[in-house]
């Protein structure tokens, strides 16, 4: 194995951790287990969480599988949450007063943002890197 090879494994762990937290977080909203009762939460939000649950175990099924479908579900995941949580955050936020999320805690999106922008970005890196070699190899 070499060392690209060594490095896109390291990464991938590395995100099935990150995801496997996340569809952690996702099932203690649906259980109500994060401080709101989550069956009379906004719609939007059930629908988010049930959508990134979802992609969530894609990507770590696709990791611990050695399946590279997870690279379509991560890469689904990231794109989109970096849109709700830019260009849609006043829409994602915009909720009764019952759950509206403290500005402490919106900062965590930022947190997000930044994870997801820096994990696309060694991804693709990385299968740049691999497409390159291969071609380079024929």
């Not at 390291?10 to 569809?23: D, H, K, N, P, R």
């Not at 990507?59 to 830019?86: N, P």
């Not at 260009?87 to 943002?113: K, Q, T």
Request: charged share 15%; proline share 3%.
């Amino acid at each position: 194995m070499g060392r690209l090879d060594k490095a896109f494994r390291f990464v991938s762990y590395g995100i099935a951790a990150a995801y496997t937290y996340g569809a952690y977080v996702h099932v203690a909203n649906i259980a109500g287990a994060t401080g709101f009762d989550w069956l009379s939460a906004p719609l939007k939000w059930q629908v988010l969480d049930i959508v990134y649950l979802a992609l969530d175990l894609a990507v770590v099924a696709g990791v611990v599988l050695a399946e590279r479908f997870w690279l379509l579900a991560f890469g689904i995941a990231a794109v989109t949450q970096i849109v709700l949580y830019t260009a849609l955050r006043s829409w994602v936020l915009d909720v009764p007063s019952i759950f509206a999320v403290p500005p402490e805690n919106v900062s965590y999106l930022d947190g997000l943002v930044a994870f997801h922008i820096a994990s696309l970005a060694i991804v693709s890196v990385l299968l740049f890197l691999e497409r390159r070699a291969k071609g380079l190899a024929a």
